[in-house]
């Protein structure tokens, strides 16, 4: 997980080649630390048995979803912007939670490689919400997610299984609306920037 975050840090600084990415070292840097901390995760846990109860699901969800947003703040906070910690935080948790609240003021004028990493945050909060209800609902008994809810002692056979199969497929819908999205505002005008911005950000409401 934190690896797949440290490659979404990459994407504005090879997006936009470098050129319109003023903060790129900071990008790169955030990205080699969320990396490191994911290779050091992958490591510690290789070949061990995965035996996944739902309550060790629950607690696991809920604090990757605060490591996410805290981590996700590196770039905020490393940048030249030079906001706090504190902002750089509620900047990047208002960007996976999708509410659209900032501390910055002018983003017009905003640096583009920040600019789109709010973008790609909201994105990654949209697919992550509905992950999280898809981790959680089974929990609680709810509606349809009762096929997912079974004995402690069948989760990592059964249940697991189904709950990748629904994540891919998910995605996979997540993806094509969010390119759709991305392609009727560029061909209605907006710069291919814009568009890409506003596509991920709206996507994700």
Partial sequence: MFVLLSIFMTLPV????????????????????VFGLGGLGII????????????????????????????????????????????????????????????FSGLDTMDKDLLLWRSILHWIGGIGIIGMFVAVLPFLRVGGMR????????????ALPRMKTLSRGLLL???????????????????????FNHGLSSIST
């Fill in 173 to 195: 819908v997540y993806f094509t609306f969010s390119t759709t999205a991305v392609l009727t505002y560029w061909l209605s005008g907006m710069t291919l920037f814009d568009a």
């Fill in 44 to 103: 510690s846990t290789y070949r061990r048995p995965r035996d996944l109860k739902p309550r060790f699901m629950f607690v696991l969800t809920v604090s990757s979803w605060f490591l996410i947003a805290l981590l996700s703040a590196l770039p905020f906070f490393l940048s030249d912007v030079g906001i706090s910690l504190a902002d750089a935080f509620f900047e990047s948790t208002s960007g996976i939670t999708t509410t659209g609240a900032t501390v």
């Fill in 147 to 158: 096929l997912f809810a079974t004995e402690s002692s069948e989760w990592t056979d059964k």
């Fill in 14 to 33: 090879f997006l936009l080649l470098g050129s319109a990415a003023p903060n790129a070292v900071s990008f790169i840097e955030s990205a080699a630390l």
